[in-house]
């Protein structure tokens, strides 16, 4: 019993740091599936479409500091049965690095500043100038950097 105990107590730093680990890495998965029929395609009686549209992402966020972070997520998006050829490749991409970005922070009680490059999500102007919506199959990414610099009630981007 004795020795045991004594594996017990050799074991807490590696279990600590396994816990220390899951605290800055995180996991998740998002599957969505859709099932669309759209008729009378181009005001045409009887043009009718009927098909699947699926989306997987896996993604993978690494915060090993508050001032440092990493994003990373794949996508696979599928679309069964689209009978258009123009349909279907707006709604198909088999699989894609979709977003890849690292996140630098800097904040205090009056004011934040953060860069952020790499492959990203952008919304601009209420999303009617530029975005990213998320309401398609496959949707827009953009390679760049921004940075931000917010205080109060003010953000800007550059």
């Given at each position: 019993m004795h020795m045991g105990a004594q594996e017990n107590t050799e074991n807490a730093p590696t279990k600590r740091k396994a816990k220390e680990f899951a605290k800055w890495i995180k996991a998740g998965i998002q599957i969505r599936?859709?099932?669309?029929?759209?008729?009378?395609?181009?005001?045409?009686?009887?043009?009718?479409?009927?098909?699947?549209?699926?989306?997987?992402?896996?993604?993978?966020?690494?915060?090993?500091?508050?001032?440092?972070?990493?994003?990373?997520?794949?996508?696979?998006?599928?679309?069964?049965?689209?009978?258009?050829?123009?349909?279907?490749?707006?709604?198909?991409?088999?699989?894609?690095?979709?977003?890849?970005?690292?996140?630098?922070?800097?904040?205090?009680?009056?004011?934040?500043?953060?860069?952020?490059?790499?492959?990203?999500?952008?919304?601009?102007g209420a999303r009617r100038l530029i975005a990213s919506p998320d309401w398609g199959n496959v949707n827009s990414t953009f390679d760049g950097a921004v940075l931000s610099f917010t205080r109060a009630h003010i953000k800007i981007d550059l």
């Open positions: 599936g859709r099932l669309e029929g759209p008729a009378g395609i181009d005001y045409k009686p009887g043009n009718n479409d009927t098909y699947y549209l699926s989306r997987i992402r896996f993604d993978i966020s690494i915060t090993p500091k508050p001032y440092i972070g990493f994003f990373l997520q794949a996508q696979d998006s599928r679309s069964g049965g689209v009978e258009s050829p123009l349909r279907a490749a707006a709604a198909k991409n088999s699989f894609d690095l979709r977003l890849a970005y690292m996140e630098l922070k800097k904040a205090d009680k009056t004011y934040a500043f953060a860069l952020k490059a790499g492959r990203q999500e952008m919304n601009y």
